[in-house]
């Protein structure tokens, strides 16, 4: 396995940190007022998945973002080095969140990784990986506070 920053000039792989470059940049843009900007990282037969869904194509991964990003603030993602092997690529981050119905809208952060597969200047595949008790369970009211409780006795 390589990062990114090896991958030749030239090769087939040259592509590859163009389109990471794209793909980081649109989701530290991306809001509920500019999801047309997904077909310029997607291909049309993008096949998404989530802990909380998975869709297939172009127009259902426009609308479920549509509905993720119905209530946000503001979602920013530092991103860190790429693993690459041939056109698939792991792409660990820290989003950072705030939405109106998370905490009163504070600021959380949530580790995830994205595994993506490129092919032919389009991500093809997209799957996040993230606890979604991290930006969810522990985020709300009660059930937040026993999550947070849980996790600091087994700690």
Not at 19 to 33: A, M, Q, S
Not at 71 to 100: A, D, S, Y
Not at 107 to 118: A, K, Q
Not at 125 to 151: S, T
């Amino acid at each position: 396995m390589t990062t990114a920053s090896s991958i030749e000039v030239g090769s087939h792989r040259a592509v590859l940190p163009v389109v990471l470059e794209d793909f980081r940049r649109l989701f530290n843009e991306l809001d509920k007022g500019n999801l047309q900007k997904l077909p310029s990282v997607y291909g049309e037969d993008i096949r998404f998945q989530d802990p909380f869904g998975e869709v297939q194509g172009i127009d259902a991964l426009t609308e479920y973002f549509a509905g993720a990003y119905k209530n946000v603030i503001r979602c920013q993602f530092r991103f860190q080095e790429p693993v690459v092997e041939g056109c698939w690529c792991t792409l660990p981050w820290v989003m950072e969140l705030q939405h109106k119905r998370i905490r009163g809208g504070q600021r959380i952060c949530v580790d995830g990784i994205s595994h993506l597969e490129i092919r032919n200047g389009r991500v093809r595949y997209h799957r996040d990986y993230f606890d979604a008790g991290q930006l969810l369970y522990e985020n709300l009211p009660v059930l937040g506070r026993m999550i947070r409780w849980i996790k600091e006795q087994a700690g």
